[in-house]
């Protein structure tokens, strides 16, 4: 565990802007938490902040872009405020640190996804102009080794009753058309007992729910020499007290066993939904993405999935418009979708990365048959979605309470087991009874569907 930091750093105030995705989020959590155990205070008002600080995303082009634009605001404020520092933490720094470090003098410090842990040290300097020493800009190594264990400290906010929980670091399965290994190394499983020790401090805080989130959820354990881990750990935490939800995401479908999926039937409080993001459904496609498996095989998994685990939600994300992808593969993969009929589906639009090997392909398509392929396949989803919704309409579910509606302060917001937190929409709650909270778990009864929402009220 990290030193606490001296007394030099009591009092001050830190401002965070963090992008991307739940993993990129649990990592801002890490580096606040650090920073408070040093006598930082997180503040809303980026203004008198002492610390500026932007934990980027750099999956693809557009999320390049957000980052660069928090960041460029982030400088403007600085101008305002010079006696602040401004950190650039995350994907972004990792990817681009030396062309940023030349086009943006006014940022303090860039860090690389494996070195967060050293943001307090690097705080300590006595100036910003020592970020040009050694000692700043070793801040970014080409291949990213850390992660944090169950006893560095984390700030989890007041939404604390439902949180993310990685138990991984990284990837090495070397997809085609994603930058990711380049960004975030190998995989670097936690241990179970690791996890578990997390877990039960997350729960502490007040958790009921932990989303279970990792670069690649199912090859978890394999780099520790146990392929089975991820089933280990499911039932685990189904031993730990007051862990009422255990939701599975990014769980990929090759190294899916059925022991794992026996390990989600039969545990109490891990929940019958699973994201996983398949790419795509013709066997071409798929081999020259690299993603070692085919629609065959994942056609027997979900219809595995579906027969064991009682009501299971499914979620997928997709990607169109890869190098090569003819009409006859999309063919395939509309039909895929309209077979299947998944409860909820993403899909993206191929973006041509550097780096990768998909970007060296021939065959690039043109933008506008990937934003229409990525259309079609959303209509498609649009009526299935529509269908799922509607067949809600008169059941009764368990709600975890989230608090007042970010539409009205009229209403009471919650999810049941079928919705994910950020993603997959809400249930509104009407005529609320006086005694209901957020972070609480009750039955309410589903009056209406729209098209990514619910209404309903509490019954019993």
């Not at 109490?268 to 496609?285: I, T």
């Not at 070692?292 to 998994?301: A, D, G």
């Not at 009407?430 to 729209?450: F, K, M, T, Y």
């Amino acid at each position: 565990m990290t030193q606490p930091t001296p007394q030099s750093q009591q009092n001050r105030t830190v401002h965070v802007v963090s992008l991307g995705c739940p993993k990129n989020r649990v990592d801002t959590e890490l580096m606040l938490g650090r920073l408070m155990q040093g006598g930082f205070t997180p503040t809303p008002d980026a203004e008198d902040a002492d610390v500026l600080l932007v934990n980027t995303c750099a999956f693809i082009e557009s999320s390049k872009t957000e980052s660069v634009d928090a960041i460029l605001e982030l400088a403007e404020v600085k101008e305002r405020n010079p006696k602040s520092r401004l950190v650039v933490a995350g994907c972004l720094s990792q990817r681009h640190a030396p062309e940023l470090r030349e086009s943006m003098p006014e940022v303090d410090f860039f860090i690389g996804t494996g070195e967060y842990q050293r943001l307090g040290e690097l705080l300590d300097l006595p100036s910003p102009e020592a970020a040009a020493s050694p000692a700043a800009l070793g801040v970014r190594k080409a291949r990213p080794e850390y992660i944090a264990d169950h006893l560095y400290p984390r700030y989890v906010p007041d939404t604390a009753f439902s949180t993310y929980l990685k138990i991984a670091e990284g990837c090495s399965q070397g997809c085609a058309f994603c930058i990711i290994p380049r960004l975030r190394g190998v995989q670097r499983s936690r241990g179970v007992a690791d996890v578990v020790g997390e877990a039960r401090r997350l729960v502490e805080q007040g958790a009921l729910e932990l989303n279970l989130v990792a670069q690649d959820l199912t090859h978890y354990g394999e780099d520790l020499g146990d392929p089975r881990m991820l089933e280990k750990l499911v039932r685990a935490l189904g031993e730990v007290d007051g862990l009422k939800w255990v939701r599975l995401m990014y769980a990929y479908p090759h190294n899916f066993s059925d022991g794992l999926i026996d390990a989600i039937a039969e545990t109490d409080n891990c929940l019958p939904y699973l994201d996983m993001p398949l790419q795509h459904a013709s066997d071409r496609v798929l081999e020259r993405m690299n993603r070692r498996t085919s629609r065959m095989e994942m056609e027997t998994l979900l219809d595995k999935l579906r027969a064991r685990v009682d009501g299971i939600v499914l979620r997928t994300t997709l990607l169109v418009g890869h190098p090569g992808e003819s009409e006859d593969d999309f063919a395939q993969l509309a039909d895929f979708v309209q077979a299947q009929r998944f409860h909820r589906v993403g899909c993206f639009a191929y973006s041509q990365e550097d780096g990768t090997a998909s970007a060296r392909m021939p065959d690039q398509l043109p933008t506008a048959v990937k934003k229409y392929r990525k259309n079609r396949i959303m209509a498609l989803q649009r009526d299935i979605s529509a269908s799922h919704m509607e067949a809600l309409v008169g059941q009764t579910h368990e709600v975890l309470v989230e608090g007042l509606s970010k539409e009205t302060d009229l209403l009471l917001q919650g999810r049941f087991y079928g919705q994910a937190p950020d993603i997959d929409g809400v249930i509104y709650i009407n005529d609320a009874p006086d005694d209901i909270g957020r972070g609480q778990l009750r039955q309410v009864e589903i009056s209406e569907a729209h098209d990514y929402d619910l209404v309903g009220h509490v019954v019993g």
